[in-house]
């Protein structure tokens, strides 16, 4: 039997609620939320015996509360160092290469959990019906729980940083820098720091950059500049899907206060900017290939990606709302491009590995 | 006394002034049919809420003022030729004059509103006219989108419709300056959620159920429009699925391309079951409204109780 509460932001239970920790037997799953974000938020919760939660098999709600297909964004750039490091003969101690992909990925499930327990408190997951694991909203997981998820894989993560700051002292600087940006993009404003302009610089640095020159130092090899672009050219491609997310959600995070690139620029505006971040993801890319890969290969994938661009730009060029179904056909088109670009990525890299 | 929404046309002297050819006689045209459901929605809250009948006058005005002149352009938008089985006004007049007599309307409900002198109700309607405004924008967008979500369509739903329901529970109110803002917050959701549900039966008319006024079977559809039904019933389906089923001209029609009157009847009873829920969480709210009221203004949460058996189950309440 369910039933409904409706808690003020002024409620002493609101928290405890928003947490789960208001009881061990129930859930409350946040149902409406009302005024998000501010100090007269208002969230109506139905309130569930665990029993009556509907909760897939353990393994399914693991891979959803860890956002398992997400793992792509920390793998591919992974790989594209190893590639380039096997490749130039630099990678020095597989050792701490293993134990920093270890301590990445552990530390990007450690991100992913607290961007959601964040999301959820602030209520960006509670408003935007797609975003998020929807492990909290769904009621498998408590909100308390995924804070103390996070802060296990991020001492994990730490952990495994030790061995490798202790072999290479330079990895610390990168450490700390990311820690830095991190931190400042999760207190700079009350959002996610998905949803803000400078946030998004931050998701740049954290997952461009940062990463790949942090991982290139782990496996013993000196800082390049190739290492760099690669970075930034990785970033650029994710910062692409943020801004695609962000536009399939306008309205919605417009309505409810929620600041990005997106929102700031406004619909039509968004599109050019969606159209050519693409085009200049593209330029980056050859530029890249140009100056450090293979110069075929970047004229191949350059022709390829931009072949299959035409269908993307053209329903992008011919979108006419911000709600209707050819927003998300936008966003789909968009994200096959993505994968398109990791797929032809991996194909070079085997070629590379296995020249 | 019964008031029809004729007498709701002058509030101040300066209305629908003598001298403006076919003004008045557009207004009575477009005003003489409704149903006048959002008046009598406030005359409901000012009885329970001791609202002085000037007041009442001014919101039962400015409530039908709005809703009429989004109908007005509405037509044009959608180049209906009918409403309220009539002739539409921009087609017995002229688009130029529709347009017009809708904006006239919108004006004088500043103008009268902003003489009554409570600024919070001022700022507070011109919201509403704007969120109605950004409905209409949205719908229109979405015209020929047969792919679109109910959640999408809730969207659009609770800027053009739910608008006008929360402004008709929470004016009088902020009239009687009364402000807190977990009332107001109660209210709200509250309207959303009568907006919702009337929205929701409405589409439902389109699929002759529950149409005892007689709506035009499938007409939002033939129009290119897949309402919150329409969507629901479409979730889930392939792509072929749904055109076949688009393409419906008739309901044995869309019953056929659906699966069969069963199916349809299956998914009108899951449509339904969803909406209980809906009903659920208002009267929740209900239960949260009488905390706020005064002591004489009891009723009011009785009166406001069967409204869900009205708006969405069509029937009077038992």
């Known amino acids: 039997m369910s039933e409904l509460v409706t808690l003020s932001k002024t409620a002493p239970e609101f928290e405890s609620y928003l947490l789960g920790t208001f009881s061990k037997e129930k859930r409350a799953l946040p149902l409406q939320t009302l005024n998000v974000n501010s ?23 693991c891979f959803m509360t860890f956002k398992v297909r997400s793992f792509l964004l920390v793998l591919t750039p992974l790989l594209l160092m190893l590639t380039k490091n096997i490749a130039d003969g630099t990678l020095l101690d597989p050792l701490t290469s293993v134990i920093a992909t270890v301590g990445v990925l552990l530390a990007f499930i450690a991100v992913n959990l607290r961007n959601d327990y964040m999301d959820h408190m602030k209520g960006v997951d509670r408003v935007l019906e797609r975003s998020g694991s929807r492990a909290i909203q769904n009621g498998w997981v408590t909100a308390a729980q995924v804070k103390s998820y996070s802060s296990l894989f991020l001492a994990l993560a730490l952990l495994c940083s030790v ?6 002292p330079s990895v610390a600087v990168v450490i700390a820098l990311s820690l830095v940006v991190g931190l400042w993009a999760q207190f700079k404003k009350q959002n996610s720091f998905k949803y803000q302009i400078g946030g998004e610089l931050a998701l740049f640095l954290m997952l461009g950059p940062l990463l790949t020159v942090g991982y290139q130092l782990a496996m013993g090899a000196h800082f390049d500049q190739e290492s760099f672009w690669i970075g930034c050219v990785w970033g650029w491609l994710v910062l692409f899907i943020v801004h695609l997310r962000n536009f399939m959600n306008i309205l919605p995070s417009a309505q409810a206060g929620f600041t990005n690139t997106v929102n700031w620029l406004g619909f039509d505006k968004s599109r050019r900017l969606i159209a050519l971040w693409w085009v200049a993801f593209l330029a980056f890319n050859l530029c890249y290939h140009l100056l450090f890969a293979g110069s075929y290969w970047g004229i191949y994938l350059t022709g390829v990606l931009a072949f299959v661009s035409v269908n993307f ?11 209707g179904s050819e927003l998300r056909a936008v966003f789909r088109s968009g994200f096959a491009l993505f994968l398109i670009t990791i797929g032809l990525w991996v194909f070079e890299c085997l070629w590379y590995l296995l020249d | 006394m019964q008031r029809s929404v004729i007498d709701l046309k002058v509030y101040d002297p300066k209305d629908f002034p003598a001298y403006l050819p076919k ?17 009598k929605l406030i005359r ?32 044009l938008i959608d180049r209906s030729h009918l409403r309220r089985g009539k002739t539409a006004a921009w087609l017995k007049y002229t688009p130029e004059y529709a347009v017009l007599a809708g904006d006239y309307l919108l004006a004088r409900v500043m103008v009268n509103l902003s003489g009554h002198g409570n600024i919070k109700l001022v700022q507070y309607t011109a919201e509403v006219i704007s969120d109605l405004l950004e409905g209409e924008w949205l719908q229109d967008s979405v015209i020929g989108d047969f792919f679109v979500t109910l959640e999408q369509l809730d969207r659009i739903h609770n800027l ?25 917050r109660i209210l709200s959701e509250m309207g959303t959620l009568l907006g919702q549900l009337f929205q929701r039966s409405d589409d439902l008319l389109d699929y002759d159920v529950r149409n005892d006024e007689g709506k035009a079977i499938l007409g939002d559809l033939k129009s290119g429009y897949l309402n919150s039904f329409g969507a629901f019933v479409c979730k889930g389906c392939t792509r072929h699925e749904i055109d076949n089923i688009v393409k419906s001209k008739t309901l044995e029609d869309y019953y056929a391309n659906l699966g069969g009157k069963a199916k349809f009847d299956q998914k009108l009873l899951e449509f339904d079951e969803m909406n209980k829920g809906l009903i659920q969480m208002y009267n929740h709210h209900l239960e949260r409204l009488k905390g706020f009221m005064k002591p004489g203004e009891e009723n009011l949460i009785e009166q406001l109780r069967p409204l869900t058996e009205i708006l969405y189950w069509r029937r009077k309440p038992s």
């Not at chain 1, 061995?163 to 290479?168: C, Q, R, S, T």
């Not at chain 2, 009885?47 to 006058?57: C, G, H, I, R």
Request: with cysteine; net charge neutral; charged share 20%.
């Open chain 2, 44 to 75: 409901m809250m000012g009885a329970n809420l001791s609202l002085d009948p000037k007041t009442e006058l001014l919101l039962g005005q400015t409530i039908e003022f709005i809703h009429n002149a989004s109908l007005l352009h509405d037509d």
């Open chain 1, 313 to 323: 730009i053209y329903k992008l060029k011919n979108l006419s709302s911000s709600v």
């Open chain 1, 39 to 61: 100090a007269s938020e208002t969230v109506t919760f139905r309130v569930l015996p665990l029993k009556d939660i509907l909760c897939p098999n353990p393994l399914t709600v």
């Open chain 2, 160 to 184: 053009k419709t739910a608008s006008l329901f929360k402004w008709c529970i929470r004016a009088p109110f902020i009239a009687q300056e009364r402000y807190d803002e977990e009332l107001h």
């Open chain 1, 163 to 168: 061995p490798i700051v202790f072999a290479f």
């Open chain 2, 23 to 39: 003004l008045n006689k557009l207004y009575d045209d477009l005003f003489a049919g409704g149903k006048g459901f959002r008046a």
